[in-house]
């Protein structure tokens, strides 16, 4: 170690050789870094391309804000990609791995430390974060221990005295210790990495460029696709572009991004997910109509797409050079399949420039760990559907509509409609609500939604998707109303042409249920234009064909019973929508709903309660946090009287076994989050007990007890709810009932002692291994 006369010290990159007559042989350590050969400091004692700057300096001036040399000087000190120390050698491959994961993670710390986005204490976390992990990298790299204090700064040896430097030392390396081990058991065979590990995972775009020789306003819709399902599986990201080559909104400039939300496990193994752009211009019918004749503006076209190449890796690097196809005279989705078949098409220096990087953990998480990504201008692209894990107070009530296709009869015209599909959402009155329409991510919410215009096609073929975001309380006296007006490129003629077809769908079937997924065939009437958008003419149509009914005849139209004059159905036209309801609030199951709403039929409860047990797992996982809120509401309500205990109780069980179910492993932490902040049945405790003594007394007996297996499946969670509920109500009367609590408690444990001759000729598959008396007993007097 050599000290330069401004305090800087460094270290011998090569010890020479020879014997001679007495030189000075430092001794070797790693080889020269890149800044090595501008250590004038040592002031020309040693070759400055064998002498390398001690890196504790730098790096505590960068944690300071000091310097910006902070990923250059980690680098440095843990050596260079030519560095033997760092190089994978023979037996030196997990060390190798472990330093090479720790340099990207101090190199995204990095950033965000120079990101000027953190406050004060979370920038100190960082820091303590930082200095942690290196620390640990200079001890599985044998390098010093370096000792700080307070503040993560180094001690100063020469104003510390040696007692204060001692117990720094040792507070340092116990520290160290404590992390080494915690380390070991995150890495330790089957807990698998980090983002395996975590049920959801995030997609973070950056667009850096976009060259596009379109004339006109244009609308970028950018989505993932899976081209196995042939269908867009997220939400789309909405850029608006001016005709001038920048955003229209130019606040946006260098910061349009968007992160992709509620991706799980089985998104990540699809076999290719590609990102692909659909290009939409504003403006003509045609690019190619003069402006010698006034022409109608402000339809929405199709101009092109921009996708991912053949594999899926290359859609997931750092950055994308993406193709464009033409899209004239065919439909947006068959040019998204011919993008993602790889194609190669000269795009002459067109594209789209992105940056990708994948980010784990839900959007709370993400938003914490990487502040300068994800900040509050970062737009959030949902999933189309729920994600892996439905975390308690986490309320969504969203409905996906996608205009699939239609078929339009060109009439009295020479040539086919140019069909404009117009959404809104209107009350049971016909009025719209505003507001209510979001066509994607990073746009503003609107009331009308206009679909795309294919020029002269008697085939329609839309594939567009809008999120339908209504509020609850509105949900039962809305519905979905569609009209079609034809279009023209003249603005005289376009001006003139009315309404000719409508078609609506309620939210809400009339047994209280949403509107169920899938395809819907929509009956479109056609008649006066007034007529059309009078809301109690339609209302008491029906909406949607029958498919157990034949086809109707090919013919003009027929009337509709009960309607009223001027409104027909015709035959030759024909128009189909998919819907999705992803709503923690709305079911689509009429026996869950009895359930959830048990108080406004409560003389249905004994047979909702068992239906419960017929309903769909994914269903009641859906509403977890509402079906358990339901199951404690009726304990509670009821609790002069035991008519529904048992019932309760055995829904209960079922519920606790749906999570124990390997299909819905990740709702453990969901349910166990419910017990500890939303729990709240402080005599849950006694209906609990009491059945379950039941139970264990009825099978002491020797009678049969066909819910006692599965109890004994579900009784960690059970005795989970018991103690939480014991332990609510002894805030408030901490003494009473606890000798009863204490001899149910008694006579569980002695049961489950000699519980096991019970079922010793039971199949083994039937009974989970029992808690452990002990353990349970425990359990309870710590809280009891």
């Known amino acids: 170690m050599l000290r330069g006369s401004r305090g800087a010290e460094g270290t011998a990159g090569w010890a020479p050789g020879g014997t001679g007559s007495p030189q000075l042989c430092p001794p070797e350590g790693h080889l020269p870094s890149r800044g090595c050969r501008r250590l004038w400091l040592l002031q020309g004692i040693f070759p400055a391309s064998l002498i390398r700057l001690k890196v504790g300096h730098h790096l505590e001036a960068a944690l300071r804000g000091e310097g910006l040399g902070f990923g250059g000087d980690v680098g440095a000190g843990w050596g260079t990609p030519g560095d033997p120390v760092v190089l994978p050698q023979a037996g030196q491959t997990e060390r190798y791995g472990q330093v090479k ?37 200079n001890k599985i790299l044998a390098l010093d221990l370096v000792v700080r204090d307070e503040d993560e700064n180094i ?127 504003v403006g003509r019918m045609d690019l190619r109509d003069s402006h010698s004749r006034k022409l109608s503006t402000g339809l929405r076209r199709p101009f092109g797409i921009s996708g991912g190449r053949d594999q899926r890796e290359k859609v997931f690097s750092p950055n994308c050079a993406f193709s ?52 509050r201008s970062t737009a959030v692209a949902r999933k189309l559907g729920y994600p892996e894990v439905i975390m308690p107070g986490d309320v969504r009530n969203d409905i996906y509509l996608t205009l699939v296709q239609g078929e339009f009869d060109k009439g009295n015209k020479k040539t086919q409609k140019n069909v404009e599909v117009t959404v809104c959402v209107c009350d049971e009155a016909g009025n719209v609500m505003q507001n209510v329409i979001h066509a994607g991510a990073g746009d503003s919410p609107t009331s009308h939604y206009r679909s795309v215009v294919y020029y002269q096609q008697r085939h329609q073929r839309w594939m567009e998707t809008l999120k339908i975001a209504v509020p609850i309380e509105d949900v039962h006296r809305t519905h979905l109303r569609f009209t079609f007006r034809h279009r023209s490129s003249s603005d005289s003629k376009d001006r003139s042409e009315r309404i000719f077809s409508i078609a609506f769908v309620r939210l809400m079937r009339p047994d209280g249920t949403t509107l169920r997924d899938g395809e819907h065939d929509l009956v479109l009437y056609k008649g006066d234009s007034k007529k059309l958008e009078d809301a109690s003419t339609y209302l008491s149509l029906p909406s949607e064909r029958n498919v157990s009914e034949p086809k109707l005849l090919s013919g003009s139209s027929f009337r509709v019973s009960g309607a009223t004059p001027g409104l027909a159905v015709s035959t030759r036209d024909s128009f189909q929508i998919s819907t999705l309801v992803c709503s923690t609030k709305l079911t689509q199951n009429v026996n869950l709903l009895g359930l959830l709403k048990w ?69 453990n932490t969901v349910l166990e989050a419910y017990i500890r902040q939303h729990f709240s049945a402080t005599l849950a405790y006694k209906k609990l007990l009491s059945v379950l003594t039941q139970y264990m007394e009825q099978a002491g007996r020797g009678e049969p007890c066909e819910s006692l297996p599965r109890t004994f499946k579900a009784l960690e969670y059970i005795f989970k709810f018991i103690v939480r509920s014991r332990h609510l109500f002894a805030q408030g009367e901490p003494c009473e009932s606890l000798p009863r609590t204490f001899k149910a408690l008694e006579y569980i444990f002695k049961f489950i002692v000699r519980s096991r001759h019970l079922f010793a000729h039971a199949p083994s598959a039937t009974l989970c291994p029992v808690p452990a008396p002990c353990w349970l007993w425990v359990w309870g007097r710590e809280v009891l």
């Open 155 to 281: 001690l100063d040896p020469d104003r510390t005295s040696v007692i204060s430097l001692f117990q720094a030392h040792r507070r340092a390396a116990q520290t160290l210790t404590q992390r080494i081990q915690e380390e070991t058991v995150r890495t330790a065979p089957g807990r698998g990495t980090h983002g395996a590990a975590s049920p959801s995972h995030n997609l973070y775009l950056c667009v850096r460029n976009f060259v596009c020789h379109i004339g006109e306003e244009a609308q970028l819709f950018m989505a993932l696709y899976d081209p196995g399902e042939q269908r867009i599986i997220s939400e789309n990201y909405v850029i608006r572009w001016a005709s001038t080559g920048v955003p229209q909104d130019i606040e946006l400039l260098n910061n349009l991004k968007a992160v992709f939300t509620d991706l799980g496990s089985t998104d990540l193994k699809r076999e290719r997910l590609f990102l692909v752009c659909q290009i939409i211009r």
């Open 324 to 375: 464009r196809v033409a899209a004239d005279g065919d439909f947006l989705h068959n040019m998204i399949r011919k993008v993602v078949e790889g194609k190669d098409i000269n795009h002459k220096g067109q594209g789209l420039w992105v940056s990708l990087k994948m980010l784990w953990g839900d959007l709370s998480q993400v938003r914490k760990d990487h502040p300068h990504l994800v900040d």
């Open 101 to 137: 994961r720790m340099m990207q993670e101090l190199m995204e710390q990095r950033s965000q430390l120079l990101s000027g986005t953190l406050p004060k204490d979370q920038l100190l976390r960082l820091r303590k974060e930082v200095t942690g992990k290196m620390d640990y990298g």
């Open 599 to 667: 108080r406004s039929k409560p003389s249905l409860l004994c047979g909702n309660l068992q239906k419960l047990m017929n309903v769909d797992g994914g269903e009641v996982i859906k509403f977890l946090q509402d079906t358990l809120d339901a199951l404690f509401s009726i304990m509670m309500e009821h609790s002069e009287t035991d008519v529904y205990d048992a019932l309760v109780f055995d829904a209960l069980v079922f519920i606790v076994g749906l999570v124990a179910d390997r299909k819905f492993q990740h709702f």
